[in-house]
Every structure is written in structure tokens, then in C-alpha cells.
């Protein structure tokens, strides 16, 4: 059973930066590529960046490129978020999910191990 933990969430005003992170545990970490994805009140999942087991492939929603930077720590078994220049419109609850393969996606059906989120929310 992989269980992961996001952390790191919080109030910031617009232009502000946070960072979240997800830990993960189980001894498959770095064979896996992990994503974020967040869900706004009334609106539906969206993906926000993936990256591969090996750190080295990266993929970000347009809303989010540019301002967002994923990465991972696999002797850590911990994926991180940077989200900097933030907006009010990425208030959201962000989950950490883990990829079923080493291929990026951004596809929630990739995806077969999910956190239990945590709330980010941008002031104006």
C-alpha cells in the first residue's frame, strides 16, 4: 500500500509564492512518475504538472507554466511544488498522485494512488 502526504498549502496573497511538497512511502518511488493536480469549489480535477521517475522529463498545464515548478527528491521519496507569481484563480485543493509507470502524464487514469489534498488559497 503507498500512502502519500501532501504538505506545505496555505493563505498567501496574489504574487506570493508557496511551496508544497508529497511524501510518498513504499520502495517504488523512483520507478514511478508522480503528478499534481487540483480541484477549484465547483469545478473538476485539473492537472497542473507531472514529471518522470527520473526527475528528468517535466510537463505543465499552460495555466500554470512558467509560475510553477515540479521536481523530486527520490532519495527522499518526496515530489515537491513551487508555485511562484500566484493567482487568485489557482485557489484550489492540490493532490499528489502517483503514475502507474515511469512516463509522465496528464491524464488522471494514469494515476492509481492519490493524496488527501491540501487546501491553497490566493488572496486578491
Known amino acids: 500500500q503507498v500512502q502519500l502526504v501532501e504538505s506545505g498549502g496555505g493563505l498567501v496573497q496574489a504574487g506570493g509564492s508557496l511551496r508544497l511538497s508529497c511524501a510518498a512511502s513504499?520502495?517504488?518511488?523512483?520507478?514511478?512518475?508522480m503528478g499534481w493536480f487540483r480541484q477549484a469549489p465547483g469545478k473538476e480535477h485539473e492537472f497542473v504538472a507531472t514529471i518522470s521517475g527520473s526527475g528528468v522529463n517535466t510537463l505543465y498545464a499552460d495555466s500554470v507554466k512558467g509560475r510553477f515548478t515540479i521536481s523530486r527528491d527520490n532519495a527522499k521519496n518526496t515530489v515537491y511544488l513551487q508555485m511562484n507569481s500566484l493567482k487568485p484563480e489557482d485557489t484550489a485543493v492540490y493532490y499528489c498522485?502517483?503514475?502507474?509507470?515511469?512516463?509522465?502524464?496528464?491524464?488522471?487514469?494514469?494515476?492509481?494512488?492519490w493524496g488527501q489534498g491540501t487546501q491553497v488559497t490566493v488572496s486578491s
Open positions: 513504499g520502495r517504488t518511488f523512483s520507478s514511478r512518475a
Open positions: 498522485a502517483r503514475a502507474a509507470t515511469l512516463l509522465r502524464s496528464s491524464s488522471r487514469d494514469d494515476y492509481d494512488y
